[in-house]
């Protein structure tokens, strides 16, 4: 076990396991326990009179599942309640631009 | 490669343990193969091995990006077991469960498979009669099950929290006697050892970074050693299907998460089976080395990075504790996280590709490593005859848009709730 000062390193220090640490606009930084996941938030819903089976087929099944910056959703639900959107490196899990989803400002570039 | 025997250990002991061999061989890429698997882990290596033995075809080149028995095979709980319920996974796993059974002798190679029994535990009326309907499935279909009551499953495993104020009370328990435990190193050796003494080259370090294309039909890979032709390219990268997907043009029913699995401090032997509970969700077995291994939701975000966070840690041992209030003061050993491929019903993908000379292996979910022998014979079968066998035939993309869904959990396309 890697100690430093004498002191062992907890699993987070030697990076093996982590909690994430979500930047709510409303409320500031809170632990992911706080937040419900909401998925991808890239896929953009069809038009409610769109009768194409196969735009609904993509829509509801497919995803783009990047290994890298990914659009997501996350309800804040026992905070303020709000559903963000936020980009996350699904390589890293490092945090890039968070907003209110309501907003729908936000696209997986960064 | 010579076989190992009684035997051979008799006279290898007698000469100083010099004549045994490497497993497999490590092979330069030739340019061209009839048949070139993507991922050296258990799935890839069992369809290069009956593709082998089965339909020999054994002109055949399995791509590993590190080495092998570094991936998803060395990342799971290591419990086997085949009770599933609906059509198109019941015979699917229970191909697998007999193929388990042989796999030791078939393979020349101790994969130590075990079959200590597993006790899904319930603890509701709605449990018992979900059980119920389950075990009369899979007996219907000559699968092994039995519906233990309470006092049965106190008799067997009086060590798990029967008291009146448990969290989760304990009502009674499905039962399947042949499922257990196998070792998940020895499996990806003892595939890589005979699939290569069937004439298969093993090439690690060899990642795939795109597909050869000739007439809008993939005829190859190129890699990080050269171009590599093949008429015929199958994947079985669980984890990373949709990048491999994306660079052949591919967008699949496919998010990647990460599932952890933890191993506790060695005890003394006491679990001689495997618990496992599908309303509280957790799993648990005792390793021949004496550490209990846990595991049980995913980490529940996207990732592609292969650790996990601690809300499932503190949850899978607080879950354990409550079945079995003596593991309270268990100390965890080692802990770690594998990349699964969450499909959007929860079963998996052994297709043809809407792209010709394309075949998908892939979308395992939790249940990958059970599923290795049946995936690699009915993988291997599909790109040997270029049809589906019967048992893979209905893990095919198109089922979403038939709605020929496989949802054996019923939570619908949201694949971090399967």
């Given at each position: 076990m890697k100690k430093v000062w004498g002191r062992s390193l907890t699993l987070i220090e030697q990076g093996y396991c982590e909690m994430l640490r979500i930047n709510c606009p409303v409320c500031g930084p809170r632990d992911e326990t706080e937040f419900a996941y909401g998925g991808d938030a890239s896929n953009e819903r069809p038009d409610f009179l769109e009768t194409d089976e196969q735009a609904w087929h993509d829509f509801v099944y497919l995803r783009n599942n990047p290994a890298g910056v990914h659009l997501e959703y996350w309800h804040h639900i026992v905070g303020c309640r709000h559903w963000l959107i936020v980009q996350r490196n699904t390589l890293t899990h490092e945090f890039g631009q968070i907003a209110l989803a309501r907003d729908k400002t936000l696209s997986p570039q960064e | 490669m010579k076989r190992y025997s009684a035997f051979r250990v008799f006279i290898e002991g007698l000469t100083g343990h010099e004549g045994w061999q490497a497993l497999w061989?490590?092979?330069?890429?030739?340019?061209?193969?009839?048949?070139?698997?993507?991922?050296?882990?258990?799935?890839?290596?069992?369809?290069?091995?009956?593709?082998?033995?089965?339909?020999g075809i054994r002109n055949v080149a399995v791509l590993e990006k590190g080495w092998i028995g570094g991936g998803n095979t060395g990342r799971n709980t290591t419990i086997i077991r085949s009770n599933y319920m609906l059509p198109g996974n019941t015979m699917f796993y229970e191909r697998s469960m007999k193929l388990w059974e042989q796999l030791?002798?078939?393979?020349?190679?101790?994969?130590?498979?075990?079959?200590?029994?597993?006790?899904?535990?319930?603890?509701?009326?709605?449990?018992?009669?979900?059980?119920?309907?389950?075990?009369?499935?899979?007996?219907?279909?000559?699968?092994?099950?039995?519906?233990?009551?309470?006092?049965?499953?106190?008799?067997?495993?009086?060590?798990?929290?029967?008291?009146?104020?448990?969290?989760?009370?304990?009502?009674?328990?499905?039962?399947?006697?042949?499922?257990?435990?196998?070792?998940?190193?020895?499996?990806?050796?003892?595939?890589?050892?005979?699939?290569?003494?069937?004439?298969?080259?093993?090439?690690?370090?060899?990642?795939?970074?795109?597909?050869i294309f000739r007439d809008n039909a993939i005829v190859g890979v190129e890699t990080t050693r050269g171009l590599i032709r093949a008429e015929k390219v199958g994947t079985a990268v669980a984890g990373n299907t949709s990048c491999l997907g994306a660079m052949a043009g591919l967008r699949l029913p496919i998010e990647t998460h990460a599932i952890q699995a933890f191993v506790s401090e060695p005890l003394k032997p006491f679990i001689d089976t495997v618990i496992s509970s599908g309303e509280v969700h957790v799993y648990i077995s005792q390793s021949d080395k004496g550490g209990l291994v846990l595991g049980s939701d995913l980490d529940g975000y996207n990732s592609y990075a292969q650790r996990g966070g601690l809300p499932v840690f503190e949850n899978t041992l607080a879950r354990a504790a409550c079945l079995i209030p003596g593991l309270s003061r268990l100390?965890?050993?080692?802990?770690?996280?594998?990349?699964?491929?969450?499909?959007?019903?929860?079963?998996?993908?052994?297709?043809?590709?809407?792209?010709?000379?394309?075949?998908?292996?892939?979308?395992?979910?939790?249940?990958?490593?059970?599923?290795?022998?049946?995936?690699?014979?009915?993988?291997?079968?599909?790109?040997?005859?270029?049809?589906?066998?019967?048992?893979?035939?209905?893990?095919?993309?198109?089922?979403?848009?038939?709605?020929?869904?496989?949802?054996?959990?019923?939570?619908g396309p949201v694949p971090y709730a399967h």
């Amino acid at each position: 076990m890697k100690k430093v000062w004498g002191r062992s390193l907890t699993l987070i220090e030697q990076g093996y396991c982590e909690m994430l640490r979500i930047n709510c606009p409303v409320c500031g930084p809170r632990d992911e326990t706080e937040f419900a996941y909401g998925g991808d938030a890239s896929n953009e819903r069809p038009d409610f009179l769109e009768t194409d089976e196969q735009a609904w087929h993509d829509f509801v099944y497919l995803r783009n599942n990047p290994a890298g910056v990914h659009l997501e959703y996350w309800h804040h639900i026992v905070g303020c309640r709000h559903w963000l959107i936020v980009q996350r490196n699904t390589l890293t899990h490092e945090f890039g631009q968070i907003a209110l989803a309501r907003d729908k400002t936000l696209s997986p570039q960064e | 490669m010579k076989r190992y025997s009684a035997f051979r250990v008799f006279i290898e002991g007698l000469t100083g343990h010099e004549g045994w061999q490497a497993l497999w061989r490590n092979p330069e890429p030739k340019p061209t193969y009839d048949v070139i698997i993507v991922g050296g882990g258990g799935h890839g290596l069992a369809t290069a091995y009956y593709l082998a033995k089965e339909h020999g075809i054994r002109n055949v080149a399995v791509l590993e990006k590190g080495w092998i028995g570094g991936g998803n095979t060395g990342r799971n709980t290591t419990i086997i077991r085949s009770n599933y319920m609906l059509p198109g996974n019941t015979m699917f796993y229970e191909r697998s469960m007999k193929l388990w059974e042989q796999l030791s002798y078939d393979l020349n190679y101790n994969v130590m498979v075990s079959q200590r029994g597993q006790f899904n535990l319930l603890h509701s009326r709605t449990g018992i009669d979900a059980a119920r309907r389950r075990g009369n499935i899979m007996r219907s279909n000559g699968i092994d099950a039995d519906l233990l009551s309470r006092d049965e499953v106190q008799r067997r495993l009086p060590y798990l929290d029967f008291s009146d104020n448990a969290r989760f009370p304990i009502e009674g328990a499905l039962y399947q006697s042949r499922a257990g435990t196998a070792r998940h190193d020895a499996v990806t050796w003892g595939y890589a050892r005979a699939a290569d003494t069937l004439g298969v080259d093993i090439i690690q370090n060899c990642e795939v970074t795109g597909f050869i294309f000739r007439d809008n039909a993939i005829v190859g890979v190129e890699t990080t050693r050269g171009l590599i032709r093949a008429e015929k390219v199958g994947t079985a990268v669980a984890g990373n299907t949709s990048c491999l997907g994306a660079m052949a043009g591919l967008r699949l029913p496919i998010e990647t998460h990460a599932i952890q699995a933890f191993v506790s401090e060695p005890l003394k032997p006491f679990i001689d089976t495997v618990i496992s509970s599908g309303e509280v969700h957790v799993y648990i077995s005792q390793s021949d080395k004496g550490g209990l291994v846990l595991g049980s939701d995913l980490d529940g975000y996207n990732s592609y990075a292969q650790r996990g966070g601690l809300p499932v840690f503190e949850n899978t041992l607080a879950r354990a504790a409550c079945l079995i209030p003596g593991l309270s003061r268990l100390r965890i050993l080692r802990q770690w996280a594998g990349l699964v491929d969450m499909t959007m019903d929860g079963s998996p993908i052994i297709c043809k590709s809407p792209i010709d000379g394309l075949y998908l292996n892939g979308g395992w979910n939790y249940g990958g490593f059970k599923a290795t022998p049946a995936s690699g014979w009915c993988f291997a079968w599909t790109l040997a005859k270029d049809e589906p066998h019967e048992d893979n035939a209905r893990f095919t993309l198109d089922r979403f848009r038939r709605g020929a869904q496989i949802d054996e959990k019923g939570m619908g396309p949201v694949p971090y709730a399967h």
